[in-house]
């Protein structure tokens, strides 16, 4: 046996940065390296996802815990991984992926493959003694992403407040990442004054995740009153505005119409109420601005959003048959990465890889119910990516990210923040 071979796989349920059930494993080798690794799980997730396994009995975290996943771990993948060498994360992932033997890892799931797959990719890193990103990408890194700030949310974060999920700022213009982390931080202290002042001096609401309540349903006041706090700092010439729309969380496919600001609307008046935001607005980047299988409607809206590049995330779901079909049909610039969306280290790996080749973007993001260690983000500095989707600087999940591309700026001088250029289409 070699020093590199798996010696052992353990797994333990653990919780997420909302308080609920994730799994956790470790991977130890024979030279006693570990690797550690979890997969997160969306409040909002599409129906394309990998499965999320969780046991489903109330007497346990409301049916939310994993011990069943952890109970996977060790009695049915950890027997066929002993002896395999963690260098080798295709065979590793394979292997798995040929165990479960379904489309959508319903039987051993996501989750599952996702964090053994993970803490092996992990153990072969800490083997070489390098971070992450420079296991993934030994080259000199050049490009570093900008991390973005999620100010006011809505949709299935904030149930009942306004439709988008998330209105982010994007500091594209910033010199620096410590320039950009800055914007981020006095755009995300001073919104709440801004709603403040909008509600005529009502406390603003926190949201149930990190961003702030919208006072308003409709997603126009919350750009306005995102522009007023960049005015007020003096980086109205330094932001530009990005929407998670996530319209398949209010869309009812019974009538085929979306439920927008007390209205069923069909998508050609949900497309025009945006194309009129893009107008008033710099938009980098909106996301998921139609359902997820309404692929004619995506067709439709990349004629017609051409002041923004659209995003998918629910269409694309980080799996490489989804982005060939949008590559195809060339209904979107860039997709949302997440590796538990598809399952295992070498799909996701594939999925970015393949987008990048068909000048498709990636822009890798944490999850609702994220963990304080996310790889999304060596995986960002790795692949060159344009921006990162981590939050505000609230939470020690979310401080992660910023902090993250902090310490890589600092470690290589050389490097410079993503050129937005290419993609600016306002």
């Not at 213009?173 to 801004?194: N, R």
């Not at 949201?207 to 919208?214: C, I």
């Not at 980098?284 to 299988?293: G, R």
Request: aromatic residues 8%; proline residues 6%.
């Amino acid at each position: 046996m070699g020093s590199t071979s798996i010696k052992s796989v353990k797994a333990r349920q653990i919780l997420d940065a909302k308080g609920k059930p994730m799994l956790e494993v470790d991977v130890v080798t024979a030279g006693d390296i570990l690797g550690r690794g979890s997969a997160p799980s969306g409040v909002s997730a599409g129906e394309h996802e990998a499965y999320v396994l969780r046991d489903k009995d109330p007497k346990w975290y409301d049916g939310l815990s994993v011990y069943k996943a952890a109970d996977i771990v060790h009695k049915t993948i950890a027997p066929k991984l002993k002896g395999m060498d963690v260098m080798d994360q295709a065979a590793i992932d394979k292997t798995m992926i040929d165990l479960d033997g379904t489309p959508n890892k319903s039987r051993l799931g996501g989750n599952t493959l996702c964090s053994v797959s993970l803490a092996c990719i992990r153990a072969a890193a800490n083997t070489e003694n390098l971070p992450l990103y420079r296991y993934l990408n030994p080259t000199e890194v050049k490009t570093i992403p900008f991390p973005t700030v999620n100010c006011i949310s809505g949709g299935s974060y904030q149930k009942g407040s306004m439709p988008f999920q998330e209105c982010t700022v994007v500091p594209y213009k910033a010199k620096s990442i410590k320039e950009a982390v800055h914007i981020m931080y006095q755009m995300f202290k001073l919104t709440p004054d801004v709603i403040k002042d909008y509600m005529h001096g009502e406390a603003p609401k926190p949201g149930s995740l990190t961003g702030w309540q919208s006072p308003s349903q409709d997603p126009t006041v919350a750009f306005d009153i995102m522009y007023e706090a960049a005015r007020r700092i003096g980086a109205e010439d330094k932001i530009a505005f990005a929407a998670d729309v996530a319209a398949s969380e209010f869309y009812d496919k019974e009538k085929g119409t979306y439920d927008f600001i007390g209205e069923n609307v069909d998508a050609d008046a949900l497309l025009g109420f945006l194309k009129d935001l893009t107008t008033k607005y710099p938009f980098l980047y909106i996301e998921d601005p139609l359902e997820e299988n309404d692929w004619g409607g995506w067709k439709k809206a990349a004629k017609m959003l051409n002041r923004t590049m659209l995003v998918g995330d629910d269409l694309t779901v980080t799996n490489i048959e989804m982005l060939k079909k949008a590559a195809k049909m060339k209904v979107c610039e860039a997709f949302i990465f997440k590796p538990n969306q598809v399952g295992t280290m070498t799909e996701s790996r594939e999925a970015i890889e393949y987008a990048q080749s068909k000048g498709i973007a990636a822009i890798p993001s944490v999850r609702a119910g994220g963990c304080t260690d996310d790889p999304i983000f060596d995986f960002a500095v790795a692949y060159g990516c344009c921006a990162t989707k981590q939050g505000p600087p609230k939470n020690g999940e979310r401080v992660y990210g910023i902090n993250f591309l902090t310490r890589v700026e600092d470690e290589h001088p050389k490097a410079k923040p993503y050129d937005f250029t290419p993609h600016i289409k306002f």
